[in-house]
């Protein structure tokens, strides 16, 4: 059981937007930013938004973030087949002394 | 250019132990920390902890706590981590990535990963 929830799977067609919800705690997403990882089938996961809603460099502006309270979202537009992935989202827990994981949504472009 | 690079694939009896390497390169090893994150066969993912590859200090996660030793080796740029009194159910692959300051108030995130190192426990 994950101290982040995350819904197992979305999907969606090419071109539509997505969103995948991130819901935790105020000792995690309440009180610290959170990151979005993308983890390609096969690979280490890549760092897809730091602090909330920020893109690291190389990151397409088709992935924004945004957090609210003790949720966060991960928002994907213009869908593409590269995009089919597993996403995890992440925050600094206070009471656990530690990062913490969502169990990560598998998304599926038809 | 900055990557991580880990050790290759292991095969442990129950008991044993494990140590997993991640060499550093295009950085340098003590400006930054170093996380292991490991992931179950499709499952998600877990941390295990952190070590300031500067001082040495460590925070691990508790349910790892007294079998789990994360250390580095500043002459090679190298970090390990030991896991000991392997079971079944670590079974996973095992995942360091550098703990980068993205913001200048420090908010941190896992920006460069290494490819994975596949730890099987087995009898």
């Known amino acids: 059981q994950s101290v982040l929830t995350q819904p197992p799977s979305a999907s969606g067609t090419p071109g539509q937007r997505v969103t995948i919800s991130c819901s935790g705690s105020?000792?995690?997403?309440?009180?610290?930013?959170v990151n979005w990882y993308q983890q390609l089938p096969g690979t280490a996961p890549k760092l897809l938004i730091y602090?909330?809603?920020q893109r690291p460099s190389g990151v397409p502006d088709r992935f924004s973030g945004s957090k609210s309270g003790t949720s966060a979202s991960l928002a994907i537009s213009g869908l593409q087949s590269e995009d089919e992935a597993d996403y995890y989202c992440?925050?600094?827990?206070?009471?656990?002394?530690?990062?913490?994981f969502g169990g990560g949504t598998k998304l599926t472009v038809l | 250019q900055v990557q991580l690079v880990q050790s290759g694939a292991e095969v442990k009896k129950p008991g044993a132990s494990v140590k997993v390497s991640c060499k550093a390169s295009g950085y340098t090893l003590t400006s930054y920390g170093i996380s292991w994150v490991r992931q179950a066969p499709g499952q998600g993912l877990e941390w295990m902890g952190w070590i300031s590859a500067y001082n040495g200090n460590t925070n691990y996660a508790q349910k790892l706590q007294g079998r789990v030793t994360m250390t580095t080796d500043t002459s090679t740029s190298t970090a390990y981590m030991e896991l000991r009194s392997l079971r079944s159910d670590d079974t996973a692959v095992y995942y360091c990535?550098?703990?980068?300051?993205?913001?200048?108030?420090?908010?941190?995130?896992?920006?460069?990963w290494g490819q994975g190192t596949m730890v099987t426990v087995s009898s």
């Open positions: 992440a925050a600094w827990d206070d009471s656990l002394n530690g990062w913490v």
């Open positions: 602090t909330n809603n």
């Open positions: 990535a550098r703990e980068y300051p993205m913001t200048v108030v420090g908010h941190h995130a896992f920006d460069i």
């Open positions: 105020s000792s995690n997403i309440g009180s610290n930013a």
